[in-house]
């Protein structure tokens, strides 16, 4: 049973415009969501989080929305830069230091 | 140092063979992890060093071995693998604390013939 879906195994966005990524997730414990960015021949890197306690969260260009009713989580990166063309991978901490991860959306930037 | 450092980078090895994958970490972080990846696939825990010790093990075949000499190494030592273990093996740390947020390494591509 999958418990952190990404939907859309890829996105393709025009640079300058809002990438928009999405998440759902089924159990209502999980205490933090994180987002990854992973490039080819490289490890994921960290982007970004939020407790589920706040329902949204700012750094520069991202922005990441927790809709706790309906499960739901989206990262947000205003305006898209070709250097954002990577794997994002949504993640899940259930506090037992486990990340549970979703299944990742390909994000191409085009110029 | 906000780097986790994985050697080899990649990693080709008989069924028969036994070989190991080294991890190391300077940022002080007291947990250590190692997840496997396939193709088009998320990462998936394998096992989680807490303090230097093995706090979760989530039911790896007992032919990957981790060990942790210290603080800041992890080792996932390797041995009668099969095919179907190729895969990129990735280290990762963290606090420990908090939002689980882990630092990982760009990982050991192994291929098993």
């Known amino acids: 049973d999958q418990q952190v879906k990404q939907n859309s195994p890829s996105l393709s966005v025009q640079e300058g415009r809002i990438s928009i990524l999405n998440c759902d997730y089924t159990n209502s414990m999980f205490d933090y969501f994180l987002w990854y960015k992973k490039y080819p021949a490289e490890g994921p890197t960290f982007l970004i989080s939020i407790s589920s306690i706040k329902d949204k969260n700012e750094d520069g260009r991202f922005t990441v929305f927790l809709n706790k009713s309906a499960k739901h989580l989206s990262l947000h990166i205003v305006p898209s830069q070709p250097g954002d063309s990577a794997v994002y991978f949504c993640?899940?901490?259930?506090?037992?230091?486990?990340?549970?991860f979703g299944q990742g959306t390909r994000l191409t930037i085009n110029p | 140092d906000t780097e986790v450092t994985q050697t080899p980078k990649h990693l080709v090895m008989g069924m028969t063979n036994k070989k190991s994958l080294k991890c190391e970490q300077h940022?002080?972080?007291?947990?250590m992890y190692w997840y496997k990846q396939k193709a088009k696939k998320p990462p998936e825990l394998m096992f989680v060093y807490s303090y230097e010790k093995l706090s979760i093990n989530e039911s790896v075949p007992s032919r990957f071995s981790p060990e942790c000499p210290n603080s800041s190494l992890l080792n996932l030592h390797l041995h009668a693998l099969q095919p179907e273990d190729s895969a990129l093996y990735l280290c990762?740390?963290?606090?420990?604390?908090?939002?689980?947020?882990?630092?990982f390494g760009a990982g050991s591509r192994l291929t098993v013939l």
């Open positions: 990762a740390s963290s606090h420990g604390s908090g939002a689980n947020v882990l630092t």
């Open positions: 993640a899940a901490d259930p506090g037992a230091q486990k990340l549970v």
């Open positions: 940022m002080g972080h007291r947990a």
